[in-house]
Antibody, heavy 123, light 109 residues
Framework: EVKLVESGGDLVQPGGSLRLSCVAS????????MHWVRQAPGKGLEWVSG????????GYADTVRGRFSISRDNTKDSLFLQMNGLRVEDTALYYC????????????????WGQGTLVTVSS | SYVLTQPPSVSVAPGKTATITCGGD??????VHWYQQKPGQAPVLVLF???DRPSGIPERFSGSNSGNTATLTISRVDAGDEADYYC????????????FGGGTKLTVL
């Protein structure tokens, strides 16, 4: 059974930093592209960032580029999101999600999702 | 950046067919993926590459994509289908960015 478990969400002041983690199990983590998707309270889904299975191709949404950094440790089956310069508008539930097809970097759906970790940015 | 437009809400009686649209410029040239999200739960992939169903998704869920509109169709709707539905495409030329529609709340009357 595929499991994605996020952690690291917290209440932080504007301008602060957080590091989110996602631990994967039930599949060969190092074969899959991975993503972070967020959902502000009562709002829709917003793709935040993605990283290919090798860790060499990385993308960011315009809203977070320059402030957030995605990485992965395939030896620990883990995905990370370093969030700096946090803003009130970054308040959201952050999901970790896995692409559908192993070792394919391209147009893929997000197949498995974690339950999310809540980031609240407020003074 | 690429924009996807969904109706905020759709209502349907039990046993009837629900149609949820996703509009985008020449969306018919892109692959569209659909997600279902029930309150308090993570999204679930229900259709991918316009009309393929993941394992475990009923045949009642189907899709099409042409021109400027992609469509998710749910036949024989029941109360368990009440949820938010999101369409998603690849907005760029690599594997990012992924673009979501604003979501459609499906209400079963």
């Amino acid at each position: 059974e595929v499991k994605l478990v996020e952690s690291g969400g917290d209440l932080v002041q504007p301008g602060g930093s957080l590091r989110l983690s996602c631990v994967a199990s039930g599949f060969n983590f190092d074969d899959y592209d991975m993503h972070w998707v967020r959902q502000a309270p009562g709002k829709g889904l917003e793709w935040v960032s993605g990283i290919d299975w090798r860790g060499s191709d990385i993308g960011y949404a315009d809203t977070v580029r320059g402030r957030f950094s995605i990485s992965r440790d395939n030896t620990k089956d883990s995905l990370f999101l370093q969030m700096n310069g946090l803003r009130v508008e970054d308040t959201a539930l952050y999901y970790c999600a896995q692409d559908l097809t192993p070792r394919v970097t391209g147009d893929q759906p997000l197949h498995h999702w974690g339950q999310g970790t809540l980031v609240t940015v407020s003074s | 950046s690429y924009v996807l437009t969904q109706p905020p809400s759709v209502s349907v009686a039990p046993g009837k067919t629900a149609t949820i649209t996703c509009g985008g410029d020449n969306i018919g040239t892109k692959s569209v993926h659909w997600y279902q999200q029930k309150p308090g739960q993570a999204p679930v992939l229900v259709l991918f590459f316009d009309s393929d169903r993941p394992s475990g998704i009923p045949e009642r869920f189907s899709g099409s994509n042409s021109g400027n509109t992609a469509t998710l169709t749910i036949s024989r709707v029941d109360a368990g289908d009440e949820a938010d539905y999101y369409c998603q495409v690849l907005g760029g030329n690599s594997f990012h960015p992924r673009v979501f529609g604003g979501g459609t709340k499906l209400t079963v009357l």
